[in-house]
């Protein structure tokens, strides 16, 4: 089986709140539909209320929390 080059190739999707940034690497052939994923995950949050939870909490990897928030939207929007 071979595979195209074009699989092969990842981007970086990149994901702020507050000080928190976190990258994650999306193949290509996806990458426009993760980019949109991210904006409305970005607008459907209150960046002042995360970056105060996160603040807030005792947690040691916000890193961790926000990807956790973003994967947790991306599977509620899966699922409409």
């Given at each position: 089986?071979?595979?195209s080059?074009?699989?092969n ?7 702020k ?48 929390d ?14 409409q």
């Amino acid at each position: 089986m071979t595979t195209s080059p074009q699989s092969n190739v990842t981007r970086p999707l990149t994901l702020k709140q507050g000080t928190t940034e976190v990258s994650i690497l999306v193949p290509s052939d996806v990458w426009v539909a993760a980019e949109q994923l991210r904006e409305e995950f970005l607008i459907s949050v209150n960046a002042t209320s995360v970056a105060e939870e996160v603040a807030a909490s005792d947690d040691q990897a916000p890193e961790m929390d926000l990807v956790a928030r973003f994967l947790k939207f991306a599977t509620d929007k899966s699922e409409q």
